[in-house]
């Protein structure tokens, strides 16, 4: 009885130095991160969704005036030699009502994927940002403001497309001489059709001493074995070429897009701007995009914004925005993602102010 209970001493002991040791080789951490974005929005024009005129003026708050709220955890291992494994689940939501918003719909509709990242590029798996968003965010010169940003032109021409690609597989080189790629392939599938929702993206960019050069694509087949709330998986091709020129605290940007929706509109998107550090607390950005109809060149539009934050603390930004949308023909480009997406016939004025947390 003695040597049994010896034994299991023993064994107990061993397995308690496997998990030290185990625990010591396998460093990891798990992350809790969020945001959380409130502001109040006036346009001197609203659509009228059933006319197409103006319904008058609007005043009102809403989620997201700059960002998107969310939540998520992020978690990373190290497996040693150089090789990690990382997992990231993100969920938006809405402060004005706390229900479930801005990404797919889902419960963690903004990402959730798992990845193994190494020295020779990152593979990823699950719901993540295509390279074709990603692209776009990067040479936008109001980091795609949910108010009068390249964002609205986005959302507004592709709605949920092209930025959250659902059962993906995506591979990102390491940076060899400024140049970084992006591959990104989208299962979809029905019975008796393979090929439906079926999405891919790819992306490469080179950055040398403060340029930026970055080209990207996406296409997608309508249909989906993963449908949801938020319309992600139209018929729909894109195409981006962007730049970034940063001269101190002040950085220019430029880009061109192409959006495509199968049996629908064919538009070219021309955007830039400028974002200016002031000071450490203070940030001023501005743009322009002229968006054209290939199939009409009657219908076109200007959409013009200026923002500034002010950083209270690391943390905290209090932001104030105005824009300017000016639609001819057939055009229907709004001045915010949230409240004012599609806008009427002729110049609509708009503002918002909110405050903005990370933790």
């Known amino acids: 009885m003695l040597q049994r209970s010896r034994c299991a001493l023993h064994l107990a002991g061993c397995a308690a130095g496997l998990l ?46 700059s960002s998107y709220s969310h939540f998520g955890i992020l978690g990373t291992e190290d497996l040693g030699g150089g090789l990690k ?96 790629a992006s591959l990104l392939y989208s299962f979809g599938g029905n019975p008796g059709n393979f090929q439906a929702g079926r999405q891919y993206s790819a992306s490469v960019k080179y950055e040398y001493a403060g340029l930026m050069i970055n080209a990207a694509i996406f296409d997608g087949n309508s249909g989906s074995a993963n449908p949801t709330p938020t319309p992600s998986n139209l018929s729909a091709e894109g195409r981006t070429i962007g730049a970034a020129l940063k001269f101190g605290s002040l950085t220019a940007k430029a880009s061109f897009v192409n959006y495509r929706v199968a049996g629908s509109f064919n538009n070219n998107v021309y955007g830039g701007g400028l974002a200016w550090y002031v000071t450490p607390t203070l940030d001023l950005d501005g743009g322009v995009w002229v968006t054209s109809d290939r199939n009409n060149t009657a219908n076109h539009s200007l959409l013009a914004a200026l923002g500034a934050s002010y950083f209270l603390s690391k943390r905290t930004t209090f932001y104030a925005q105005v824009a300017s949308a000016n639609n001819h023909g057939g055009m229907n480009t709004g001045l915010s993602v949230n409240g004012a997406l599609f806008g009427t016939h002729g110049t609509t004025m708009g503002a918002t102010v909110g405050i903005r947390h990370s933790f």
Not at 32 to 60: E, P
Not at 125 to 154: E, K, T
Request: charged fraction near 10%; glycine fraction near 14%.
């Open 85 to 180: 494994a990382k997992f990231k689940l993100e969920s938006g939501f809405s402060i004005a009502n706390g229900e479930l918003a801005h990404c797919n719909g889902n419960l963690f509709g903004c990402e959730a994927w798992v990845s193994l990242d190494s020295q020779y590029g990152e593979v990823k798996a699950g719901l993540q940002f295509s390279p074709f968003f990603l692209a776009l965010y990067a040479s936008d010169p109001r980091h795609m403001s949910f108010f009068g940003s390249g964002g609205v032109n986005l959302v507004d021409n592709f709605l949920g497309t092209s930025i959250f690609s659902a059962s993906s597989v995506s591979y990102t080189s390491p940076e060899l001489w400024g140049l970084q």
């Open 20 to 65: 030290i040791c185990g625990s010591a080789h396998a460093q990891s951490n798990v992350t809790l991160f969020g945001l959380i974005d409130g502001g109040l929005l006036y346009t001197n024009k609203t659509l009228n969704a059933t006319t197409g005129g103006n319904a008058g003026k609007q005043f009102s708050m809403i989620d997201g005036g």
